[in-house]
């Protein structure tokens, strides 16, 4: 089944203590991006990738680091997480072609830092 | 400062009748703008899109308009039904780079 898998789903860690959301696709895309949702501010990309080895910013990169060392696998790293990025967190990702075609969306998770 | 707007945060709409979302943008730069569904405890998913050199698109039930001198989209889902109940994210991209900017979501609620 063609899909894009997050884990962990549901995460609650203390101020300072580094994570990592892990993204993973079967499709063989290339576009893959992390997106945050907080109520009244709707989704916010934080980083995107338009292959292996290219990353750029979205418009809320601060706090957060991401690799892309294989094409199926876009890791969101927060060294030192804080309070204020407690928030729903989504993958997506796209084919070739990318402004034409849907992003596939991830099924989130919910990280709380305390 | 919200570059895309969505300035209902919720619209509730009887089942077979008109549901209309509106989304504002603020860039002229972009070019290209989609809406995505999501449900509760699921990921969005793609609704339609529509290029800056249309300014409508149709598929089944969902309809895009696109107005550029005004900066304004919408989507226009006819007839409603209580299936379409979910949040309504609008984004609109440039035409370079991988930037998706979304709005801040409209919450459909279709009644029986």
């Known amino acids: 089944e063609a899909q894009v898998t997050q884990n962990p789903r549901y995460l609650i860690t203390v101020t300072g203590k580094k994570l990592t959301v892990t993204c993973s696709q079967n499709?063989?895309?290339?576009?893959m991006s992390w997106y945050r949702q907080d109520p009244g501010l709707g989704l916010r990309q934080i980083y995107y990738s338009m292959n292996v080895e290219v990353t750029d910013k979205g418009d809320v990169p601060e706090g957060y680091k991401v690799s892309r060392k294989e094409k199926r696998n876009f890791p969101l790293i927060l060294e030192s997480p804080s309070p204020n990025q407690t928030s729903l967190y989504f993958c997506?990702?796209?084919?070739?072609?990318?402004?034409?075609?849907?992003?596939?969306f991830g099924p989130g998770t919910r990280l709380t830092v305390l | 400062d919200q570059q895309v707007k969505q300035n209902s945060p919720s619209l509730s709409v009887q089942e077979g009748r008109i549901s209309i979302l509106n989304c504002d943008y603020t860039?002229?730069?972009?070019?290209?703008f989609l809406w995505y569904k999501k449900y509760p405890a699921e990921g969005p998913t793609f609704l339609i899109s529509i290029s800056s050199i249309k300014d409508k698109n149709e598929d089944g039930r969902f309809t895009v308009f696109l107005n550029k001198s005004a900066k304004h989209l919408s989507l226009h889902i006819v007839p409603s039904q209580p299936g379409d109940s979910a949040v309504y994210f609008c984004a609109a991209m440039g035409n370079q780079g991988g930037k998706l900017i979304f709005g801040q979501g409209t919450e459909l609620s279709v009644k029986p």
């Open positions: 997506a990702s796209s084919p070739p072609g990318w402004r034409d075609n849907e992003q596939f």
């Open positions: 860039n002229s730069m972009f070019d290209y």
């Open positions: 499709m063989n895309h290339e576009y």
